[in-house]
């Protein structure tokens, strides 16, 4: 027993000398302690940077971010703002403090641990898919709300919204806008408590299975990435049946759908999934079960005769005689909108009551349609009448070629204007490719004009589906779009001669291996799938002398040689080559088409560009797009085809690419980066977007005076700015219109005006975007009079440009063109990330500077402290979202005047009489420098607006003194009218802030959004410092638009309305509780507010609307009856996870 508590205690002893050797180190090994953390922070801030290059590809491509990636760089964060500060000592500084250090030395050595952990952790992928937006990328421009669709608007949303039905037919006739209702209706219900997707794809005569699986899982982020075409369908029912509520638009259903093909739900097991039919046909609603079942009618005559005037411009002070004819020609149109909207645009702007009359009798006239169908009989008549109304060859000419493509399909105006060309629509001496570019504008924008099109994104434009099946009617003796796989119509193909234009789907195979009359042919397109070696038989281009257009895909998952046989050299008439996801290998035989001028090779292999084409003539276009070139550098061929016009040279670059010299050219895009390249192609005519060097030092400087679009993205050729470093400021870059650069390590300006004596030259005069990205020297972007030059500038992005001082070098007092142009009048959008020695955006803010601005976003700038500096007559009437993000010492967005000129005099005289104030808006600390120090109880009434602002906007001051000491309590943002007009405000890691707004500005607001995260200081969010600002004009509405509130970690919240008392001075003499409402409240998220007591103090009781959504986590301290008032059906109290 004696042996047991001998060797007891003897282990005891050690574990206890041990912890306190291990303890010890705290105080004696603090110096080690110190460097080994810092030591681990270094590698901490290298795999930050390694990181952040990784979200940085990931938002290139567009990805998001994983939400564990960004909690892993929010956590890096912290810890490398960890400052080991220089050690305390005591008794007059003689001694360490070992208390300091045993404590100190205990937290770093736990904060070690924690960086060892996280450099444990590995992502080998950040990247998260974006969903693809659903129904509300449509605009509703053209929806007009007649009194008979607003019956079945509602109808349908009852019956969508109606959990006993789960399919919901909308039927009718073609064209009367069953496709812009059920959009409309889905974008209305799209909301989190309704549907959280609304999805639409296009069904149309022959379902096609994968592509209705691919529109609906694109905006839900599924992928079918290795899964077999029978799992696909599985994959999509799993998704569906997830719990989330989704909504189907199923359009244009001809016949009844498998949903198991598909992969969309049944009635009995959809689970939140609901499906709404559009279709022609009242039999298909009933084969598809559909519970409810809503039938749209025709307009009614006057609605029909209000939307012909719309769409012809014609108003009630019209000539009467043009009137009555417009109103036989609408009723002519049998109330049916497609043909209402086709034939009025196509009569607007027609003066001439003879070309009213003539419309009228054709429209009148009985026409033979041959077999076109009694429900299209009436819009074939009324579409055939616009197509010939256009008297434009062109532009009938287009108009047929749209109808080629695919049901749905938005389609390029490039691609028209090279298909345009190719066909002859032009002539043949149409002069350059730019001039035909216009001419081909020119009959879209007639076509649109005429709603025969309609507009798509920028630059895309899209058939109706009527519209398209009538222009098939229309050129169904010259247009033949056939599936090789279907035999009826591959024996309808064989038995035509006049086949002008045809469209093969299919096998690639079937297409040469078909027996048909060519002789006429003009354009082939085959959009067709490909297995294995095929080749082009001898024979097949023998029969086809006046083939103008060539276009042949294959689809794979890679390009499958493709072999040309010699006889491609009798296409005499050839115009147009393009070639997609082949091997073609040898394409010498090209250089025998003399009167080619258009090739384009996307996602094709080929051996080399071979040199025969130097010699083509008439060769304008050339696209290499995705290309893998095995042999030599292509543009030593390139830069001999003296005829070359535009050059579209896309992520094709070799080995051999160096040194690269260019022809003269009107067009070109040169890109080395997938990502970029596809944002320029189609909307820029001239553009640089490169990661690497592979130019002469003259064709750079070329590019640079001529691009539209720059990227450059690790490209360091020691110039220190683009003007004078690569052009010469005399030049200008006056064509740039978009900039970006990124990790550009020697850039310190982009233009230095240092060594100019004379006025500077304009520069940049069309830009629009910059965006700079990790240039590590970058300490300023422009001076004043670069800036006050730039007139169209709309977006400035600037980000991890450490070492930035200032977007505008300036001396304010100084600047003379102050008169002049207005700052950045067009710019919107605003963003700074990790910038931290900024102290201001601007130095110096002036009337009529910013005029547009509608976003500011400031992220982890550490040195800034307002946004503006000096200013006069401020308004940023446009702001509507501000967003700031780890700001630490962020006090305002204008800074008082006195912090800006370095004196406090100014404040500390006292002053009998208020000067007058000639700014229409500023802070309210503004105001105190100017007021009156006496603690004197007479009154003065200082107008903050201009004579044409509301008299309401007027503040009373009472002991001016007084009420600086309560703003200096209250620490809130500007007071100001500049904030009236935001309406989504974000702040983020804002540790000086005790309060966002002053009660009587909270009332005047727009906000709509507000968001505010991790604000150590914040005590409340509204605060009442009594003001008295034009008494109590705000009333009982605080927020009167607010529909969203989220606070979350701020530790010292203790009431979202405060108060601060009015002791010595100004006492509070109404005992009377005042009632504060939110209307428009919706959404109230408090997430981890240890310290929240409840929403306001005594002095209130806040009312609330019945609201959607309530949080509570992890808010220890409420007291649930002081907000029980509010709380609704879905208020929901959690612990945090």
């Given at each position: 027993m004696?042996?047991?508590?001998t060797?007891?205690?003897?282990?005891l002893?050690?574990?206890?000398?041990?912890?306190?050797?291990?303890?010890?180190r705290?105080?004696?090994c603090?110096?080690?302690?110190?460097?080994e953390?810092?030591?681990?922070k270094?590698k901490?801030?290298?795999?930050?940077?390694t990181?952040r290059?990784?979200?940085?590809?990931?938002?290139?491509?567009?990805?998001?971010?994983?939400y564990?990636?960004r909690f892993?760089?929010?956590?890096a964060?912290?810890?490398?703002?960890?400052?080991?500060?220089?050690?305390?000592?005591?008794?007059?500084?003689f001694?360490?403090?070992?208390?300091w250090?045993?404590k100190?030395?205990?937290d770093?050595?736990?904060?070690?641990?924690?960086?060892r952990?996280?450099?444990?952790?590995?992502f080998?992928?950040?990247?998260?898919d974006?969903h693809?937006?659903?129904?509300?990328?449509?605009s509703?421009?053209?929806?007009?709300?007649?009194?008979?669709?607003?019956?079945?608007?509602?109808?349908?949303?009852?019956?969508?919204?109606?959990?006993?039905?789960?399919?919901?037919?909308?039927?009718?006739?073609g064209?009367?806008?069953k496709?812009?209702?059920a959009?409309e209706?889905?974008?209305?219900?799209?909301?989190?408590?309704?549907?959280?997707?609304?999805i639409?794809?296009?069904?149309s005569?022959?379902p096609?299975?994968?592509?209705?699986?691919d529109?609906?899982?694109?905006?839900?982020?599924?992928?079918?990435?290795?899964?077999?075409?029978?799992?696909?369908?599985k994959?999509?029912w799993?998704?569906?049946?997830?719990?989330?509520k989704?909504?189907l638009?199923?359009?244009?259903v001809?016949?009844n759908?498998?949903?198991?093909?598909?992969?969309?739900?049944?009635?009995?097991?959809?689970?939140g999934c609901?499906?709404?039919?559009?279709?022609?046909?009242?039999?298909?609603c009933?084969?598809?079960?559909?519970?409810?079942?809503?039938?749209?009618?025709?307009?009614n005559?006057?609605?029909a005769w209000?939307?012909?005037?719309l769409?012809?411009n014609?108003?009630?002070?019209?000539?009467?005689?043009?009137?009555?004819?417009?109103?036989k020609?609408?009723?002519?149109?049998?109330r049916?909108?497609?043909?209402?909207a086709t034939?009025?645009s196509?009569?607007?702007?027609?003066k001439?009551r003879?070309?009213?009359?003539i419309?009228?009798?054709?429209l009148?006239?009985?026409?033979?349609v041959?077999?076109?169908?009694d429900?299209?009989?009436d819009i074939?008549?009324?579409?055939?009448?616009?197509?010939?109304?256009l008297?434009?060859k062109?532009?009938?000419?287009?108009?047929?070629?749209?109808?080629?493509?695919?049901?749905?399909?938005?389609?390029?105006?490039?691609v028209l204007?090279?298909?345009?060309i190719?066909?002859?629509?032009?002539?043949?001496?149409?002069?350059?490719y730019?001039?035909?570019?216009?001419?081909a504008?020119a009959?879209?924008?007639?076509?649109?004009d005429?709603?025969?099109?309609l507009?798509?994104?920028e630059?895309y434009?899209?058939?109706?589906?009527?519209?398209?099946?009538?222009a098939q009617?229309?050129?169904?003796?010259?247009?033949k779009?056939v599936?090789?796989?279907?035999?009826?119509?591959?024996?309808?193909?064989?038995?035509d001669?006049?086949?002008?234009?045809?469209?093969?789907?299919?096998?690639?195979?079937?297409?040469?291996?078909?027996?048909?009359?060519?002789?006429?042919?003009?354009?082939?397109?085959?959009?067709?799938?490909?297995?294995?070696f095929?080749?082009i038989?001898?024979?097949?281009?023998?029969n086809?002398?006046r083939?103008?257009?060539?276009?042949?895909?294959?689809?794979?998952?890679y390009p499958?040689?493709?072999?040309?046989?010699?006889?491609?050299?009798?296409?005499?008439?050839i115009?147009?080559l393009?070639?997609?996801?082949?091997?073609?290998?040898?394409i010498?035989?090209?250089?025998?088409?003399?009167?080619?001028e258009?090739l384009?090779?996307?996602?094709?292999?080929?051996?080399?560009?071979?040199?025969?084409?130097?010699?083509?003539?008439?060769?304008?276009?050339?696209?290499?797009?995705?290309?893998?070139?095995?042999n030599?550098?292509?543009f030593?061929?390139?830069q001999?085809?003296?005829?070359?016009?535009?050059?579209?040279?896309?992520?094709?670059?070799?080995?051999?690419?160096?040194e690269?010299?260019?022809?003269?050219?009107?067009?070109?895009?040169?890109s080395?980066?997938t990502?970029y390249?596809?944002?320029?192609k189609?909307?820029?005519?001239?553009?640089?977007?490169?990661?690497?060097?592979?130019?002469?030092e003259?064709?750079?400087?070329y590019?640079m005076?001529?691009?539209?679009?720059?990227?450059l993205?690790?490209?360091d050729?020691g110039?220190?700015?683009?003007?004078?470093?690569?052009?010469?400021?005399?030049?200008?870059m006056?064509?740039?219109?978009?900039?970006?650069?990124?990790?550009?390590?020697?850039?310190?300006c982009?233009?230095?005006?240092?060594?100019?004596?004379?006025?500077?030259?304009?520069?940049?005069s069309n830009?629009?975007?910059?965006?700079l990205?990790s240039?590590?020297?970058l300490v300023?972007?422009f001076d004043?009079?670069?800036?006050?030059?730039l007139?169209?500038?709309?977006?400035?992005?600037?980000?991890?440009?450490?070492?930035?001082?200032?977007?505008?070098?300036?001396?304010?007092?100084?600047?003379?063109n102050?008169?002049?142009?207005?700052?950045?009048?067009n710019?919107?959008?605003?963003c700074?990330?990790?910038s931290?020695k900024?102290?201001?955006?601007?130095?110096?803010?002036?009337a009529?500077?910013?005029l547009?601005l509608?976003?500011?976003?400031?992220?982890?700038?550490?040195?800034l402290?307002?946004?503006?500096g000096?200013?006069?007559?401020?308004?940023?009437?446009s702001?509507?979202?501000?967003?700031?993000?780890?700001?630490?010492n962020?006090?305002?967005?204008?800074?008082?005047?006195s912090?800006?000129?370095?004196s406090?005099?100014?404040?500390?005289?006292?002053?009998?009489?208020l000067?007058?104030?000639?700014?229409?808006?500023f802070s309210?600390?503004?105001?105190c420098?100017?007021?009156?120090?006496s603690?004197?109880?007479?009154?003065?009434?200082?107008?903050?607006?201009?004579?044409?602002q509301p008299?309401d906007?007027?503040?009373t001051?009472?002991s001016?003194s007084y009420?600086?000491?309560?703003?200096?309590?209250a620490?809130?943002?500007?007071?100001?009218?500049?904030?009236?007009?935001?309406?989504k405000?974000?702040l983020y890691?804002?540790p000086?802030?005790k309060?966002?707004?002053?009660?009587s500005?909270?009332?005047?607001?727009?906000?709509?959004?507000?968001?505010?995260?991790?604000?150590?200081?914040?005590?409340?969010?509204i605060?009442?410092?009594?003001d008295?600002?034009?008494g109590?004009n705000?009333?009982?509405?605080?927020f009167?638009?607010?529909?969203?509130?989220l606070?979350f970690?701020?530790?010292?919240?203790?009431?979202?309305f405060?108060?601060?008392?009015?002791t010595?001075?100004?006492?509070?003499?109404?005992?009377?509780?005042?009632?504060?409402?939110?209307?428009?409240?919706?959404?109230l998220?408090?997430?981890?507010?240890?310290?929240?007591i409840?929403?306001c103090?005594?002095?209130?009781?806040?009312?609330?609307?019945?609201l959607t959504?309530?949080?509570?986590?992890?808010?220890?301290?409420?007291?649930i009856?002081?907000?029980?008032?509010f709380?609704?059906?879905n208020?929901?109290n959690?612990?945090?996870?």
């Amino acid at each position: 027993m004696e042996c047991f508590l001998t060797n007891l205690g003897t282990t005891l002893t050690e574990k206890v000398l041990n912890k306190a050797i291990e303890k010890s180190r705290n105080i004696f090994c603090f110096t080690c302690i110190v460097k080994e953390f810092n030591e681990e922070k270094d590698k901490l801030e290298a795999g930050k940077e390694t990181m952040r290059e990784k979200f940085q590809v990931a938002t290139n491509k567009g990805k998001g971010i994983k939400y564990d990636a960004r909690f892993w760089e929010e956590q890096a964060n912290k810890l490398i703002q960890e400052n080991t500060e220089p050690n305390k000592r005591c008794f007059l500084g003689f001694c360490p403090d070992f208390i300091w250090r045993y404590k100190r030395g205990e937290d770093l050595l736990t904060k070690t641990k924690e960086i060892r952990k996280l450099m444990e952790e590995k992502f080998e992928n950040v990247e998260l898919d974006r969903h693809l937006p659903g129904v509300e990328r449509y605009s509703s421009q053209y929806y007009i709300s007649f009194e008979s669709r607003k019956l079945k608007y509602e109808e349908l949303l009852d019956a969508l919204r109606d959990d006993n039905n789960y399919i919901t037919g909308l039927q009718g006739m073609g064209g009367t806008g069953k496709t812009t209702l059920a959009k409309e209706v889905g974008k209305q219900l799209k909301t989190p408590e309704q549907f959280k997707h609304v999805i639409d794809t296009k069904v149309s005569f022959t379902p096609d299975i994968k592509k209705i699986q691919d529109d609906i899982a694109g905006p839900l982020g599924l992928e079918f990435k290795g899964i077999s075409e029978s799992d696909r369908s599985k994959e999509l029912w799993s998704r569906l049946t997830n719990g989330e509520k989704i909504l189907l638009i199923l359009d244009d259903v001809w016949g009844n759908l498998n949903f198991d093909d598909i992969g969309i739900p049944k009635s009995d097991n959809h689970k939140g999934c609901k499906v709404l039919v559009t279709t022609r046909n009242l039999r298909v609603c009933n084969q598809m079960v559909c519970e409810n079942k809503i039938q749209l009618d025709l307009l009614n005559e006057e609605e029909a005769w209000s939307m012909f005037k719309l769409h012809a411009n014609l108003t009630d002070n019209s000539s009467q005689s043009i009137l009555e004819k417009g109103r036989k020609i609408a009723t002519e149109c049998k109330r049916l909108p497609v043909a209402i909207a086709t034939v009025a645009s196509s009569l607007k702007g027609q003066k001439r009551r003879e070309e009213w009359d003539i419309s009228l009798k054709t429209l009148q006239k009985l026409v033979s349609v041959g077999d076109v169908g009694d429900d299209l009989v009436d819009i074939y008549k009324c579409l055939k009448f616009s197509y010939d109304f256009l008297k434009d060859k062109k532009a009938e000419g287009l108009f047929l070629l749209c109808s080629t493509f695919p049901e749905n399909a938005e389609i390029s105006t490039e691609v028209l204007t090279r298909l345009g060309i190719g066909v002859g629509l032009f002539g043949d001496d149409y002069g350059s490719y730019e001039d035909a570019r216009t001419q081909a504008t020119a009959s879209k924008n007639k076509l649109l004009d005429s709603c025969l099109l309609l507009e798509a994104e920028e630059g895309y434009v899209k058939m109706h589906d009527l519209v398209r099946e009538v222009a098939q009617l229309i050129g169904k003796n010259e247009i033949k779009i056939v599936n090789f796989s279907n035999k009826s119509q591959k024996s309808l193909v064989e038995s035509d001669k006049k086949i002008k234009y045809l469209i093969c789907e299919g096998n690639l195979r079937d297409l040469f291996a078909n027996k048909f009359d060519v002789s006429e042919l003009e354009i082939l397109i085959g959009d067709m799938h490909m297995k294995g070696f095929l080749q082009i038989p001898i024979s097949f281009f023998k029969n086809i002398p006046r083939l103008r257009v060539l276009n042949l895909s294959g689809h794979s998952s890679y390009p499958h040689p493709l072999s040309l046989p010699q006889s491609m050299e009798l296409l005499s008439n050839i115009r147009s080559l393009s070639f997609a996801q082949v091997d073609l290998s040898d394409i010498s035989v090209f250089g025998g088409l003399q009167s080619l001028e258009t090739l384009e090779l996307t996602h094709c292999a080929i051996d080399e560009l071979p040199h025969e084409i130097e010699k083509l003539k008439n060769f304008r276009l050339l696209t290499l797009e995705k290309c893998y070139i095995r042999n030599n550098n292509p543009f030593e061929v390139i830069q001999r085809c003296t005829s070359l016009e535009e050059l579209y040279f896309l992520n094709s670059f070799n080995d051999s690419c160096k040194e690269i010299t260019l022809p003269t050219l009107q067009r070109y895009c040169l890109s080395d980066n997938t990502d970029y390249a596809y944002k320029m192609k189609d909307t820029i005519s001239r553009g640089v977007s490169l990661t690497w060097d592979y130019f002469s030092e003259a064709t750079f400087k070329y590019l640079m005076e001529t691009t539209e679009l720059l990227h450059l993205e690790g490209i360091d050729k020691g110039w220190r700015n683009l003007m004078p470093g690569i052009v010469s400021i005399d030049n200008g870059m006056n064509d740039l219109i978009k900039l970006y650069l990124r990790n550009c390590h020697q850039v310190q300006c982009l233009v230095d005006t240092k060594h100019i004596n004379s006025q500077v030259p304009s520069v940049f005069s069309n830009l629009k975007t910059v965006t700079l990205d990790s240039c590590s020297m970058l300490v300023s972007i422009f001076d004043m009079s670069t800036s006050r030059g730039l007139l169209l500038l709309e977006t400035l992005k600037i980000f991890h440009c450490k070492k930035l001082e200032n977007i505008i070098t300036t001396d304010c007092d100084n600047d003379n063109n102050n008169s002049c142009n207005s700052m950045f009048p067009n710019l919107k959008f605003l963003c700074i990330y990790d910038s931290p020695k900024l102290q201001f955006v601007l130095p110096c803010y002036s009337a009529g500077d910013f005029l547009l601005l509608e976003y500011i976003g400031i992220q982890k700038c550490a040195e800034l402290k307002y946004i503006f500096g000096q200013h006069q007559d401020a308004q940023l009437a446009s702001l509507k979202q501000l967003e700031l993000d780890d700001v630490p010492n962020f006090i305002d967005i204008f800074p008082e005047p006195s912090s800006i000129k370095g004196s406090s005099n100014s404040i500390s005289k006292p002053q009998t009489k208020l000067e007058p104030v000639k700014s229409n808006t500023f802070s309210w600390s503004q105001i105190c420098c100017y007021g009156n120090k006496s603690r004197g109880s007479t009154s003065t009434k200082m107008s903050l607006v201009s004579k044409d602002q509301p008299k309401d906007c007027s503040i009373t001051l009472e002991s001016s003194s007084y009420f600086h000491n309560l703003w200096e309590r209250a620490q809130c943002l500007s007071k100001s009218h500049i904030m009236c007009n935001i309406k989504k405000m974000t702040l983020y890691r804002l540790p000086k802030i005790k309060s966002v707004f002053v009660m009587s500005v909270a009332s005047k607001l727009s906000l709509e959004s507000l968001d505010i995260v991790n604000c150590d200081e914040l005590e409340h969010i509204i605060v009442d410092i009594e003001d008295g600002s034009g008494g109590n004009n705000w009333g009982n509405n605080v927020f009167p638009k607010l529909k969203e509130l989220l606070v979350f970690s701020c530790e010292k919240l203790e009431y979202i309305f405060g108060h601060i008392d009015a002791t010595d001075h100004h006492q509070n003499h109404n005992n009377e509780v005042t009632h504060l409402h939110l209307p428009a409240l919706k959404y109230l998220k408090l997430h981890r507010l240890q310290s929240l007591i409840g929403m306001c103090t005594k002095h209130y009781c806040t009312t609330l609307p019945p609201l959607t959504l309530v949080e509570l986590v992890a808010c220890s301290k409420v007291d649930i009856t002081s907000i029980g008032d509010f709380i609704g059906p879905n208020y929901s109290n959690k612990v945090p996870t």
